[in-house]
Every structure is written in C-alpha cells, then in structure tokens.
C-alpha cells in the first residue's frame, strides 16, 4: 500500500545525518522510498548509514562530508545534487553542536564555532536549497531548533542564541519562499537520547525528567516523525511553524 | 531555439515582459522589473533552461543582460553574437 506521505521518489537532503536525530531523520525518508543526500562531518559514518539505509530499504543515496560553515564545501554539495538528482524536494537542516558554558567562562572560539556551524552553517543550506527548490516552485525545509532556543536555559546561553536564532531564520525564510511555493518549518525537540545529551550527569536526567509531563525523554525516531510529516503533502498547508517535540517539557 | 533566444526568454519570463519586448539593455535595479525577487526568479530560470548552477558570487554579480550572457558562458554554453 503507498504512504500516505506520498515521499517515494522525492529527493531529500539531510545534514548532520551521521547520528542521532539526523540520522532517525534519514532512516524515516528512506522507509518511504525517498531518494537522500546525507551530509555529516566525517565520510566513513555517513557513509555507513548510507550502505545500511541501501541494504534496508535500497535507498539511493548520495554521501557528502563537509563543514556546514564552509559555504563553498556546501555549495559543491548541491551541485552534486543537482548532478545527480536534478532536484531537490526537502532540506532536512539537522547539523548542530551544543556549547555549553556559564557566562564569563565562554572562549570566543568556542562561542563562534557553535555559532558558525549552528546558525551560518543552516544559512548556508537555505541558501542553496531555496535555489534548487525555487525551480520547481515546491518543497520543505525543517530546521531544527531547540526547545532551548525557545525557553533558553543556565549554562546555554550560546547553543540557545544559536537555536533561537534558527527560529528566527525558519520564519523569515517562509515568509520569502512562500510564494514560491517553498515551506519552511521548525522543530523544537526536548530532551531526546543522543550523543548529544548522554553525557549528562544522573542527578541533572532526573531533574529533567520532573519537569517532563510524559516522564521520559524523547527519542530520535519520534523526532524524525515529526520532521516526515512536516516534510510530506499532509503539511502543505503548514508553514512558518515552531513544533516542539518535548513531551510537555517545562524549563 | 539558440542560446541567446533561450536567454531572452528567460529575462522575459522572469520579469513577465511581452514575447517581443526587447531585454538585450536590461540593468538589475535600473530597471523597474528587475529587482531582487525577480533577480531569484531569473537565476532559477537560467539555471533551469541551460542545466547549470551559478555560484553565489555569479549570482550577484549577473547585474545586466549583457552579464548574464557573459557568465552563462562561463558554464560551457555558446551564445550567438
């Protein structure tokens, strides 16, 4: 029986992909027969989400590593999409790092990678993807913010900045491609289990999971469904939105 | 339909100009029609006819008809004189 979501065919870019809610993301457009682009940092860990996605699901994919904050390493991605594809349908703009750290005790470095790979890097992927996507007058862009960057949090004030910021580009960004077409549509996930929040301390999970309405941290997979359906038809009237994805979670 | 013809059409979409309307002199900003939203539309249109992408710097460098025919060039194409 076809998905309703009606993906099989479309072309998906995801960055990030290598782990995480990137790769939940990934693993959800291949299940429904979407060809993928999968960008990460490193070639050998896309690289094997991409041969497992193939044996699963035999999904056409296309490997890419880069810096998102590299414009022209991101630039020559597209053109590879372009090359190989023709299209491209949906940005799946995953590629983020935390940056932790208590005010005064931020080193500019660290202040502006987060920044540059967070906000310039999905700037960047906008960019680009907006001029693919503009010539079929037709796509979807999920941005993945942060409940962080909503309600910000101590000892987050960069990651948060960053995230909030990625609200601010996901509105702007759907109001100028609308007309074209083009939607453009946030996620805010919570607490879910990645690499990105294993290292947090026993005592610091469970003062989380109490301000958590369903008492448990999220996981990759139910972010990645939300991104499939904001990416599919059954959210083509749905843009310019922040969805969070936090269990009813309060900070 | 040559090259120049198929850039004229382009400019001629992009802006919503009759089939006959003359672009060859057309200068981004200049040009009432010609601004950045239309600009976006144009690049998407080229890029589509031609099977090419332009880079960011090509982008906001393609400030005239004349221009545009230089830098499309530059992605292998022959436009006639």
């Known amino acids: 029986m076809a998905s309703p979501l009606k993906l099989d065919g479309k072309i998906a870019l995801v960055t990030g992909a290598s782990r995480g809610i990137g790769a939940a993301i990934a693993t959800a457009l291949a299940g429904t027969g979407a060809k993928l682009a999968l960008t990460a940092q490193t070639l050998d860990d896309v690289t094997r989400l991409a041969e497992a996605l193939k044996k699963k699901h035999g999904a056409d994919c296309l490997v890419h590593a880069g810096d998102v904050a590299d414009a022209a390493s991101v630039q020559a991605l597209y053109k590879q999409i372009f090359d190989r594809f023709g299209r491209l349908d949906i940005l799946a703009a995953n590629a983020g790092i935390l940056g932790d750290g208590l005010l005064g005790m931020l080193p500019e470095k660290d202040i502006r990678r987060t920044l540059d790979t967070n906000i310039l890097g999905t700037i960047n992927h906008l960019q680009q993807a907006a001029r693919l996507m503009r010539r079929n007058k037709s796509g979807s862009i999920i941005i993945t913010s942060s409940i962080i960057g909503r309600a910000g949090n101590k000892g987050q004030v960069v990651y948060a900045a960053s995230k909030a910021a990625l609200i ?58 939300v991104a499939l359906f904001l990416a599919s038809d059954l959210a083509r009237y749905v843009t310019g939105q922040v969805i969070g994805i936090d269990g009813g979670m309060v900070i | 339909m040559s090259n120049q013809t198929k850039l004229m059409h382009c400019f001629r979409e992009a802006f919503a100009l009759p089939a006959d309307a003359s672009v060859d002199g057309m200068t981004y900003q200049k040009d009432p029609v010609w601004d950045s939203v239309a600009h976006m539309r144009l690049v998407a249109g080229i890029e589509t006819a031609f099977g090419i992408m332009f880079t960011t710097d090509q982008i906001l460098d393609m400030s005239s008809f004349v221009k545009a025919r230089e830098i499309v060039g530059q992605h292998g194409v022959t436009l006639e004189a």
Request: aromatic letters at 2%; glycine letters at 10%.
């Open chain 1, 168 to 225: 601010g580009a996901a509105l702007s960004a759907a109001k100028e491609l609308g007309p074209d077409g083009i939607r453009v549509n946030a996620i805010a996930p919570g607490m879910i289990e990645t690499d990105m929040t294993k290292h947090l301390s026993a005592e610091i999970c469970k003062e989380r999971l109490s301000n958590i309405a369903l008492g448990r941290f999220g996981t990759p997979d139910e972010v990645a469904d």
